[in-house]
T-cell receptor
């Protein structure tokens, strides 16, 4: 059984489009995250939700909007896509509130390519 | 705020040789330390973690890491590397209510 699953795995789109990435976890965790991994493999947190409440919102353009319909789901919607948004986006979950203490469980990533 | 440095961008070892990947952290109090591995096209998988207690921690796949407070280090080791260990390795530091901070990763190549 996949613990953290995200779809799609690959997403190729043109500049200016709007796209969404979905994430679901079946681990019963309270907290979910979105991380961005750039072309140099650097991982940076974007958002974190705890029981549907936004608790971490790093310096991310407001074109990025996370939505958590319930604690098992955290979706990422991106408006007006730009070339610089091309990256791999990882969803993760943890039992703790922030992930600074509790280990993270990652999905397999969504490779977004903006042309 | 905490930070992590992985000094080696890329390391190549022969299959069967020993391995040590370096990780240095910066944090004022006792940190929570993690090593994750990322295989190509995959997400990150937890190898091991250190919270407190014994400074030598054992993880999955035969990996271990040692926390050295005096050196602010948490180096990852494996006595005999297998070809399947080729991957990207990330050290991470966590603390209290702040999110996990990752190092920039070390890419491990294994040659025959």
């Amino acid at each position: 059984d996949t613990a953290v699953s995200q779809t799609p795995k690959y997403l190729v789109t043109q500049m200016g489009n709007d796209k969404s990435i979905k994430c679901e976890q079946n681990l019963g965790h309270d907290t979910m995250y979105w991380y961005k991994q750039d072309s140099k493999k650097f991982l940076k947190i974007m958002f974190s939700y705890n029981n549907k409440e936004l608790i971490i919102n790093e310096t991310v353009p407001n074109r990025f909007s996370p939505k958590s319909p319930d604690k098992a789901h955290l979706n990422l919607h991106i408006n007006s896509l730009e070339l610089g948004d091309s990256a791999v986006y990882f969803c993760a979950s943890s039992q703790g509130r922030t992930g600074g203490v509790s280990p993270l469980h990652f999905g397999n990533g969504t490779r977004l390519t903006v042309t | 705020a905490q930070s992590v440095t992985q000094p080696d961008i890329h390391i190549t070892v022969s299959e069967g040789a020993s391995l040590e990947l370096r990780c240095n952290y910066s944090y004022g109090a006792t940190p929570y330390l993690f090593w994750y591995v990322q295989s190509p096209g995959q997400g990150l998988q937890l190898l091991l973690k250190y919270f407190s207690g014994d400074t030598l921690v054992q993880g999955i796949k035969g990996f271990e890491a040692e926390f050295k407070r005096s050196q602010s280090s948490f180096n990852l080791r494996k006595p005999s590397v297998h070809w399947s260990d080729a991957a990207e390795y990330f050290c991470a530091v966590g603390a209290g209510n702040t999110p996990l901070v990752f190092g920039k990763g070390t890419r491990l190549s294994v040659i025959a």
